[in-house]
T-cell receptor, first 119, second 115 residues
Framework: DTEVTQTPKHLVMGMTNKKSLKCEQH?????MYWYKQKAKKPPELMFV???????INESVPSRFSPECPNSSLLNLHLHALQPEDSALYLC??????????????????FGSGTRLTVV | AQSVTQLDSQVPVFEEAPVELRCNYS??????LFWYVQYPNQGLQLLLK??????LVESINGFEAEFNKSQTSFHLRKPSVHISDTAEYFC?????????????FGKGTKLSVKP
């Protein structure tokens, strides 16, 4: 299995709703990522999990809450979002080789994304 | 830290013409380089990558890119484009080693192929 699977593909939610985005991979990758992509822009990194631990949070507002239940799954919990949070949310995974404090990441694979609309 | 510059935000070209999408990077460490393609309303697909070995890498649909360390470039080329190649193309880099080798994207180049 060489894919990253994201569900749902589309999501429309109100500003008072709570929803979750899900991501799954079975490639044995130990690093998983959430990216946000606005129209006509490159993906922007939100969170990085390395060996199931949150290693990077790029100053993302607390209305976005990531969770990594195990090495194959990554969730993004959404609560009280704003219309400007509407975007394509991409999950990715990669090999993460560690040597001491050094990481080398390669083999990045992206999911097809969740198109989120906040109304 | 790494950075990526894609010099052209838009490249219009006629069908069956050759195309080059330019990508330059900067890094204080050795790098891995990638080109991703994004078709309208879809996610990112890996087009090709340079990890090590031959500096010329090829994709299955006729694209190729050459890693040039002295010029810090990884330009993407195709000798004859098709309408179906119309998409956004992102160059990306990750550093070898360091505190966290995360993927850094360029701003993207929109390739528009006209009949």
């Amino acid at each position: 299995d060489t894919e990253v699977t994201q569900t749902p593909k589309h999501l429309v939610m109100g500003m008072t709703n709570k929803k979750s985005l899900k991501c799954e991979q079975h490639m044995g990758h130990r690093a998983m990522y959430w990216y946000k992509q606005k129209a006509k822009k490159p993906p922007e990194l939100m969170f990085v999990y390395s060996y199931e631990k949150l290693s990077i949070n790029e100053s993302v507002p607390s209305r976005f809450s990531p969770e990594c239940p195990n090495s194959s799954l990554l969730n993004l919990h959404l609560h009280a979002l704003q219309p400007e949070d509407s975007a394509l949310y991409l999950c990715a995974s990669s090999q993460d080789e560690r040597q001491g404090r050094s990481h080398t990441n390669y083999g990045y694979t992206f999911g097809s994304g969740t198109r989120l609309t906040v109304v | 830290a790494q950075s990526v510059t894609q010099l052209d935000s838009q490249v219009p070209v006629f069908e069956e013409a050759p195309v080059e999408l330019r990508c330059n990077y900067s890094s204080s460490v050795s790098v891995y380089l990638f080109w991703y393609v994004q078709y309208p309303n879809q996610g990112l697909q890996l087009l090709l990558k340079y990890l090590s070995g031959s500096t010329l890498v090829e994709s299955i649909n006729g694209f190729e890119a050459e890693f040039n360390k002295s010029q810090t470039s990884f330009h993407l080329r195709k000798p004859s484009v098709h309408i179906s190649d119309t998409a956004e193309y992102f160059c990306a880099v990750t550093g070898y080693g360091g505190s966290q080798g995360n993927l850094i994207f360029g701003k993207g180049t929109k390739l528009s192929v006209k009949p």
